[in-house]
T-cell receptor
């Protein structure tokens, strides 16, 4: 069964600094998708970034980038120039393929941004 | 804003009562998912609709839970005879065929007393 592990329950970063959130996953599939979602307090979950497993190039979205290591089954999120609005719970998710395409989530990392 | 709305946003009920939640995805979302999120955990898959057809249900979805998506538009999730263990955030997400990203609503937070 596919699993997603986020080993950092909480992280803290100074405003304008860089932080990296870790995620590992387990799968026997070769074709899959990985996502980072952000869930601010009392607000809806929004997509931060996605990565297709068949792509070797790491995805980037403005200040957000990933380090995708397929062989190591690692998918970390780097946030550069951290802003106060980045404070949220971050979830790593694996897309289970097939007819359903349901998401398998990790337990999340709560990111605090210090002014 | 993902365009996915859920109502109500909060629900407090007494054990044994029935509750119903509603999810309205955008019109392009032919796929609709329900997830449950308990405190300190990531969301867990409950059920999936493609258009109006419910194609998969998790074992988490006991027989007290029922979901519908009439006409392939909005969806409802009903919990009968609620139990304290049902207290959680219920999330709805919309998606499209051949597009892997799911777009989440704000969720309905249920508290069963």
């Amino acid at each position: 069964a596919q699993t997603v592990t986020q080993s950092q329950p909480e992280m803290s970063v100074q405003e304008a600094e860089t932080v990296t959130l870790s995620c590992t996953y387990d799968t026997s599939e070769s074709d899959y998708y990985l996502f980072w979602y952000k869930q601010p307090p009392s607000r809806q979950m929004i997509l931060v970034i996605r990565q297709e497993a068949y792509k070797q190039q790491n995805a980037t979205e403005n200040r957000f980038s990933v380090n995708f290591q397929k062989a190591a089954k690692s998918f970390s999120l780097k946030i550069s120039d951290s802003q106060l609005g980045d404070a949220a719970m971050y979830f790593c998710a694996y897309l289970m393929g097939g007819a359903t395409n349901k998401l398998i989530f990790g337990t999340g990392t709560l990111l605090a941004v210090q002014p | 804003d993902t365009g996915v709305s859920q109502n109500p946003r909060h629900k407090i009920t007494k054990r044994g009562q029935n509750v119903t939640f509603r999810c309205d995805p955008i019109s392009e979302h032919n796929r609709l998912y329900w997830y449950r999120q308990t405190l300190g955990q990531g969301p867990e898959f409950l059920t999936y609709f493609q258009n109006e057809a419910q194609l998969e249900k998790s074992r988490l979805l006991s027989d007290r839970f029922s979901a519908e998506r009439p006409k392939g538009s909005f969806s409802t999730l009903e919990i009968q005879r609620t139990e304290q263990g049902d207290s959680a955030m219920y999330l709805c997400a919309g998606g499209r065929d051949l597009q892997e990203t799911q777009y989440f609503g704000p969720g309905t937070r249920l508290l069963v007393l």
